[in-house]
């Protein structure tokens, strides 16, 4: 965001607060009839939840429903409870379905009856229907806003069917062709639709190769193809090929942000998105527990393990206690190779550039990197050291030749396990910060104490 | 991408592969006109030089011309390089301009003037015109293909305006509406033209408020604005409002994707994207090694610092050597707390979540987060090490202690350090994984030694 936009966020909100404090209504509505409903959103967000409650009040049926499309579920249930039953109704009836099936998922049984029960029937239906599908699928997010007409009409039938039909379709940048049986036959775009002359039949100009999913693709990979084959909208169809909804390139932008979001959490080892615009702190200071421990207490037991593991080489420790001074940056050097390597085969994984042939080359490519740079850094090391070991430069050459074997086998470490855990079926992105690492810290240590005890005992001794 | 869709690639390739063995260019004419143009990019990629320069001698224009839009710049001289002028001259007639822009920036003076050369006299203009912005702002990403017309004509005359225009842009889904001297000052849907009367004037009917971006803004802020309006697409003005281009979606979520991706490698410690399509293997090499080893050598430096830190505690080290087993452990805890909060902190930067109030609120809820999270893996780690310092209570405690105060001490500086960096204006990225752990293993370690000296002398002596 640039720090322009931020003044301006900041600089609405003192004049809303101002306003709110006044009991200004008429100025406030008159203040954001000016705004996008997007940035009316991001007012109420910023306010506390007494202002919040009043600022809303405020708001025209067709702000307020825009406002619930982006508010979180507890949000929504607050603001509506301050509403008569007939301003529900009314403030409901302008919400997209999609965003309001996304909210009332995740109240209760109750709750989302009572909801349901506000709806005119036939919104109901769809919102019912679109309720029974997982939220990371094409029919959790997929909306019923969108246009059909059937193959065998003219370009003017259609653009008059449209007239009738445009206010209720979130987009028709894509009109979608069926047949009598209601399957998917063919796609429009609503610029071919203009430019041809209107006597043609639709059969005739469409094209009949559409791209569409199935109500249970995941939804990474709806993104996938949205942004590969550069779609506005993509058909969701069930497993007879009829078309049960739509997905608008709008959803597919924030898919993608939280995807990449949820792919950034899993590397610093969060299990879980964190929800920052959590209003309730203790909530969410609760929530970033639960999601970071568990991979913390693995990272425990690792570095116990690795404590285990230098306990072994004491004897060695005892002679030279100058060896403790470069274990943590052995530990280190080797971690930030690993993380490096893991980062970028994770991404190359998620983004579709690893796969076939390209899985060796990554290999052989993070090998060659390991093996140059830990070169490069081991040369510093060894060079260095030379003053902490007091002139002992066998010894310094030890810690150098370690830091090497170290950084190499941190890149293959790195690279190999997501790779393997690509090829067995778990998620690569686990194989994150904290795993990779404390799997490099105890087999870099173990590489340097053993290495250290050889030569130093050949050489030394 | 899904197992499904990798199996798909490679089995087209396999059957290009034995069409091109064989020579059957009409069979291959015939099996990719099935396929979507990104299909033919993808299938082309995967292929070997020599194979890639056959396979595309055998394409259409049009086809030519989509999969040059695609390829990177070497390739895309390569490619050209085979063609008689007459062709070349079809073909870059085909691309669009945004990408042919792209392409060509990276050329030679020389190269770069031969290719405008082949274009026709408009094309060209648009193209020269296009080269002098920077590629990471809205002039640079944006194409020339969009439609104006003018505030005082009939909806019926701005249609027969688009079947002449539409041709030659790229998304006509918005309609910009100027004034005499080209102002921008309104925008309409194709839907907004579509159901309204043909009769109606497009002053009457056009939304007045239009967003837009100046050829300077950054592709981030674009982004922003884009995935916060909702929108198909944005105008670029120029200082005088007059509009010069527009960018579509489709280009948006390439720049959200490579911004993601940068972000990505920041946190791994990579200082700029690493091409992993680049097909000279060692080339690819050099330049990971290039972006990766400055990070590195800071953290050598950052390790030869930590070994300087203990080395000044080594009285303690060489009466306590049981101390040196949890010095990885220690390092590697406050790292990976570290890690996440930066991680959190520094992604909730970018997409904009952490802002005024919001930055004590995040610092003060990560330090909450080490406080409890630092709690739960020190009582683990008092407890189990009791095994390592064969019952010595006491120091097992200390341990504990210090790791405790390790962990916080670490998730504030991983939540300061972005937060700083945003404030003077440093790029919160750069906060990454190696710069923070090298940062956290110093100070960690002094806590640490500093602790176990203070205690140890108090207590057991």
Known sequence: MTKHENEQIDERLDVIKHLLDNNE???????????????????????????????????????????LEEVDSDTFIELLEILKREQKILILDQMAHDDMVDLIAELSEEKRKEIISLLDLEDAKKVTELLIYDEDTAGGIMTKEFITVRKDITIYQAIEDLRDKAGDAETIYYVYVVDKNERLVGVLSLRELIVNRPNKIIEDIMHEKVISVNLKTDQEDVAHLVSKYDLLAIPVVDDNNRIMGIITVDDIIDVIQEEATEDIYKFAGSSEAEDIDDDKIFHRIFISVKSRLPWLVITVFGGLLSAKVIGGFQEVLNKNTVLALFMPLLAGMGGNVGTQSSTLTVRGIAVGDIHGKEIFKTLFHEICVGFLVGLCCSIIVAVVSIFFVKGEVILSFVVGISMWANMITAATIGTLVPLIFKKIGVDPAVASAPFITTTIDITGLSIYFTLTTILLTKIVY
């Not at 940035?39 to 307020?64: G, N, T």
Request: no cysteine; charged share 35%; net charge negative.
């Open 25 to 67: 209504h008429l100025k406030i509505k008159e203040y954001i009839e000016e705004l996008h409903p997007a940035d009316i959103v991001e007012i109420l967000l910023e306010l506390d939840d007494e202002d919040q409650v009043h600022f809303f009040s405020i708001l025209s049926w067709e702000q307020a429903g825009k406002v």
